[in-house]
């Protein structure tokens, strides 16, 4: 088994602005009542889906890729590099790092949670990153495309995660749909070229 210690040097993270402040309150009329508001704003979950179908490929060419967990930067666009930092290869508790690009790109370590081959189900969770994500955890499922041609396969990026200050739940939900656009677009031109 292989040991994987390597020493990581972060980029220094994006620069994330801070919440709007309240607006001036004249008197706190109930200190036990604001703590409580602010808990349920802390408890707020996130959820959304984004889908993207591709039309010739079939659903287990296409899971294959996903499946490579240290990979994705293959087919995300504004990904430089993912790698193995712990565990092994595409293994369920296995860590890995993602970059992105640019001066001050984003980072992120993601721990494999689930990989079901037979029913093409990835999960994992953020556990550490540069952008304000908590709690956030994504489900990658691919099937076949339903309908009477019986040809092509769906792909579902769902995902669940803590309110972010400075993010909006709409923001989020784009960005996830737009990056799944991306990614299946180019492999969908890899399994083309190499059909």
């Known amino acids: 088994m292989k040991s994987h210690n390597t020493q990581i040097q972060h980029p220094t993270p994006i620069h994330i602005p801070p919440p709007n402040p ?3 309150q ?4 109930d200190p ?6 602010a808990t349920q704003h802390q408890q707020v979950r996130w959820e959304g889906k984004g889908t993207a179908e ?8 296409v899971w294959l890729l996903w499946a490579d967990f240290c990979g994705v930067h293959k087919w995300f666009p504004n990904l430089a590099a993912s790698y ?3 565990g092994e290869p595409n293994e369920v508790g296995s860590l890995r790092y993602c970059v992105g690009k640019g001066e001050e790109p984003m980072w992120g370590k ?3 949670l689930e990989m079901d081959h037979e029913r093409r189900v990835m999960r994992y969770e953020v556990v550490e990153n540069n952008v304000g994500l908590k ?4 489900t990658i499922r691919v099937s ?14 769902s995902f669940v995660a803590e309110a972010v200050e400075g993010w909006g739940e709409e923001g989020l939900q784009r960005y996830i749909q737009s990056s799944l656009d991306s990614i299946v677009k180019k492999m969908e031109e890899s399994l083309m070229i190499t059909n």
């Open 26 to 29: 004249q008197q706190q009329a």
């Open 32 to 37: 036990a009542a604001a703590a409580t508001a």
């Open 22 to 24: 309240p607006p001036p």
């Open 110 to 112: 993601e721990r494999l």
């Open 144 to 157: 076949d495309a339903e309908g009477e041609g019986g040809g092509g396969c769906k792909v579902e990026w």
């Open 84 to 86: 193995l930092v712990e």
């Open 54 to 61: 591709l039309s010739s490929n079939k659903a287990e060419q």
């Open 135 to 138: 709690g956030y955890v994504a």
